[in-house]
């Protein structure tokens, strides 16, 4: 193969700061620093563009990929698209939702020689492998499908789509977390002082299992009663959450830090142990993996990527059923013994930086797409 710079166009009908935003500026990031001339398509007018621009990327204007919009302002869209990787030569198409998906099909024109831009897909969640006869058109044009765990992975063969066309991505954990700090400002602004802290890192959403977490922690303080809980996040069932934590008795223990960007390292620096119950929109589970850059130990149920990404009794502890008294039975293991806590989180912090580099990810796509456009 050759080592020509590739032409490629990331596309993303997400506005959010959320799931699959970060992954896909550090991917985009990691391609432009290789050479390779990369565009992003976002949906604007909120924080995934403002976090884009602020790390310098070029961005498609003119573009709103909002699922829900009028039959015109999609065709406004595609033609759009369509001018861009015309004028810009594109050699890969490269979507990241359904909805991006289904336009990157319909934008690609045909090229004197005949071909069109290559088309790729990652599915940062398995719901979005759909099983149908709509999509078995869609993933056959699909040059190469990602999965960012292994049960997307196996997802998307049992969909139909031949495993030469599906590759497995590890998540990547952002390096600043391995200069995370000692935590000492975030234990005063919480006067924390030296109790046993754990921290969780996940959006006030339905089915991030907050409610388990805190059921278990409520159960853990039997052993230690003096341990903390912060929950660093923010979300719609914040009030809802604020409303359990007082009728189980835990508002004494549990701290709400609200959402925290440029100090979670800090934040996971002052943590002896990390704990996350349910995969978010992005299934490679990017908050423990920060958590294990940090040198920080991860209790954790087995969704998403975590099987892959934890290994049990090592870098911490994956938690086999949803009873709360394995929950508590986990964190208590790991914050009883604080010699055992620091040697998983030190594997932890070697695990991430061998397995879970930016670098990594970046090859594995890189390869791929040489290998789609047999260059």
Known sequence: MSDRPLR?????????????????????????????????????????????????????????????????????????LRAVVAGEGIDVVHAHHSHDHWLSLAVRPRRADGTRAALARTFHNVRSVRRSLATRPLYRRTAALFAVSRQIETACREAGIPAERVWWIPGAADPRFRDSGDGEAIRREFGLGRAPVVVSVARFAANRRHDLLLAGFGQLLEK???????????????????????DLGLQRRVIFTGYRDRDLPEVLAAADCFALMAAGSDESCRAALEAMAAARPVVARRVGALPETVLDGKTGRLIEDERPESVA???????????????????????????????????????VYRGILRV
């Open 8 to 80: 490629i166009l990331h596309l993303a009908a997400n506005r959010w700061w959320t799931g699959s935003a970060d992954p896909i500026i550090r991917l985009v990031v990691g391609l432009r620093a290789r050479g390779h001339h990369v565009l992003l398509g976002v949906t604007p007018g909120d924080r995934f563009e403002a976090k884009a621009r602020e790390v310098g990327l070029p961005l498609v204007d003119g573009v709103r990929l909002r699922p829900r919009v009028s039959p015109v302002d999609l065709a406004r869209d595609a033609a759009r």
């Open 224 to 246: 230690l009663p003096d341990a903390r809980l912060l929950l660093v996040g923010k979300g719609e069932r914040r009030s809802r959450l604020e409303q359990l934590v007082a």
């Open 329 to 367: 039975a986990a964190l208590a293991e790991i914050l009883g013994d604080p010699v055992r806590a620091r040697a998983m989180g030190e594997a932890g912090r070697r695990r991430a930086a061998s397995e879970f580099s930016p670098e990594r990810s970046v090859t594995i796509v890189e390869d």
